[in-house]
């Protein structure tokens, strides 16, 4: 790709990244000539735990969802990376210079774009724009994590649960929410059978309605009423 085609290329994605479309030093400058572009269907694995990392990542629509998995299978989702957001994963493996401490999967769509590292550490080590942008979005995130611990920590599980499923009801705005237990189950950092056999007590009151894959959403008030306790 030849620089007229990466400038025209970064011209699409910035905007998405307002602060990062405002720094005008030179290491930046050519970090974003350096970058390309890369879309991935539904499903596609981003990282893997273990594997070293060569690209600084940053999503520009789409979603990405990160998570740890345990030998036993169990995973517990980490935190999601949306459109206009860096990917923590990435970054943070990037300045600890070891390997991925995590796996990546994106749930629709996603438009990324990649910085070599190489570019990365340089635009770290010369712009001071782009490394006080970075350090505020990793401590974000670190406030975002220990919000996640807390409430794994101290909250129980049906209270999550209600919680989750009353943000995943309003970000479809539809009574209806296509998802299984077993995703639920993910997100929450549970088991299968606890999430099923929470969702059943949810159902028995009046809350949801259970079909295979699907979730109906009967009573707005009383699934805000059980978020509460």
Known sequence: ???????????????????????????WLEA??????????????????????????????????????????????????????VCILTLGTLLEGRDYSADAITESE?????????????AMAKSTAFRTFILSDLCRRMRELMWLV???AFEPLELRLACLLGQLFGQ?????????????????GSTRVVTSRLLKEFERMGCISLQR???ELLSPEALAQLSKH
Not at 72 to 82: A, D, F, K, V
Not at 172 to 188: C, F, K, S, V, W
Request: charged content about 20%.
């Open 172 to 188: 479809g705005n539809t009574p209806q929410l296509d998802i299984t237990h077993e995703e639920l189950a993910r997100r929450l």
């Open 32 to 85: 974003i000539l350096a970058s390309k572009e890369v879309v991935m269907p539904a499903g596609t694995v981003v990282i893997r735990e273990n594997q070293p990392c060569q690209n600084f990542l940053l999503v520009a629509s789409g979603n990405v969802r990160i998570y740890k998995s345990a030998p036993s299978g169990r995973e517990i989702m980490l935190y999601h990376t949306c459109s206009g957001e």
């Open 1 to 27: 790709m030849c620089s007229a085609e990466r400038t025209t290329l970064a011209r699409d994605w910035l905007p998405a990244f307002p602060e990062l479309a405002s720094i005008k030093d030179a290491a």
């Open 213 to 215: 894959g699907r979730i």
């Open 150 to 152: 807390e409430r794994v």
């Open 110 to 122: 996603v438009r990324a774009i990649m910085i070599p590292a190489q570019h990365f550490h340089t």
